[in-house]
Nanobody
């Protein structure tokens, strides 16, 4: 079992920045690929970014490429999502997820554990 807790969300103006954190506990963090997903009101959950178990491979949704950076610190059992140049359309609940094994995935159904999410609101 892996427990995931997100933090770092909040209210920010258009063009602003936030860094989300995902603290993991339970099983060995480095055994899992990590992903970030988001869900806006009235919309389905969508993929944002993913990183493999050692952080050498990343993949991003086109909508965030060049603005968001996913990273991880296995010594701290924490994954991060650095977000810059935020837009109102980035407003959503952001959740991190863990997937057994080293391979990355953009499919939420392939993740085994999920956090509760943190709200990000970007005002125009």
């Amino acid at each position: 079992q892996v427990q995931l807790v997100e933090s770092g969300g909040g209210l920010v103006q258009t063009g602003g920045s936030l860094r989300l954190s995902c603290a993991a506990s339970g099983r060995t963090f480095s055994n899992y690929a990590m992903g970030w997903f988001r869900q806006a009101p009235g919309k389905e959950r969508e993929f944002v970014a993913t990183i493999n178990w050692i952080g050498g491979t990343t993949y991003y949704a086109d909508s965030v490429k060049g603005r968001f950076t996913i990273s991880r610190d296995n010594a701290k059992n924490t994954a991060y999502l650095q977000m810059i140049s935020l837009k109102p359309e980035d407003t959503a609940v952001y959740s991190c997820a863990a997937r057994r094994g080293s391979r990355i995935s953009s499919r939420d159904g392939e993740y085994d554990y999920w956090g509760q999410g943190t709200q990000v609101t970007v005002s125009s």
